[in-house]
């Protein structure tokens, strides 16, 4: 039994594929399921993007398209075809990556989903290695719920991620203030320097992948 699992996220660029194209062309973001590869070497794709915003039409433009269906609501638009072009995530699939959720903005393409162990992970690398334009962004452990610990989630270093927890414990972050930073430094046996920017540079990341 392999006990380790690692959350992998992949950046894509320059590959031909008919939703990244559709991306770039109507300027916005595309989510997507991992698209089901059929026997043919055709995919079924299902993904969504906002309402109006050109990426029906880009996709109706797309000769390797066919049997577009598109869906409306809330603001959203919802679209299934059958794409002709053959997908980088097949690949990595192949070599043992399990992807759980694809992105599309600006004619990039952004895999994210999990490899058993290791060893795994080296295969899929090398697969990745293969493809144009694959590079990986993050590695991490996954936790024990199957979900991305605290530092792979808000990308947050060890040290950010222990500099926030001793300021939560010691009450650096409570209104009215408990701690000071020189009190929560003294937990981690580092300078109050070191710790206000452990914690700014945390707050920052955090801030930003909520409303960047």
């Known amino acids: 039994m392999i006990d ?24 916005t973001t595309v989510d997507a399921r991992p698209p089901q ?3 043919d070497g055709n995919a ?36 299934r075809c059958l794409s002709k072009a053959p997908c980088v995530v097949h690949e990595l699939t192949n070599a043992g990556f399990l992807a759980e ?10 895999y994210s989903g999990a490899v058993v162990g290791r060893e795994v992970l080296q295969g899929v690398l090398e697969a990745a290695g293969d493809a144009v334009g694959v590079t990986i962004e993050r590695a991490t452990p996954l936790g024990p719920d199957g979900e991305p610990s605290v530092s792979a989630h808000w990308n947050l270093t060890p040290a950010q991620v222990a500099a926030v927890e ?12 408990e701690a000071t930073a020189s009190d929560a430094a003294a937990e981690l046996g580092i300078s ?21």
């Not at 300021?167 to 972050?173: A, R, V």
């Open 192 to 212: 109050k320097s070191a710790f206000l920017e452990r914690v700014h540079r945390a707050q920052a990341s955090i801030f930003g992948q909520i409303f960047g």
């Open 37 to 39: 590869l059929r026997a």
């Open 101 to 110: 959720s694809i992105r599309y903005r600006d004619g990039e393409e952004f």
């Open 44 to 79: 079924l794709v299902h993904c969504s993007g906002p309402a109006d915003s050109g990426v029906a039409e880009a996709l109706d433009d797309d000769d390797r398209v066919r049997y577009l269906h598109v869906a409306r609501a809330n603001g959203r638009e919802t679209y």
């Open 166 to 177: 001793v300021g939560l414990e010691t009450g650096y972050f409570a209104v009215p203030r």
């Open 4 to 27: 380790q699992c690692l959350a992998v996220e992949f950046r894509v660029t320059g590959n031909d594929c008919p939703v990244a194209r559709a991306s770039e062309a109507a300027a």
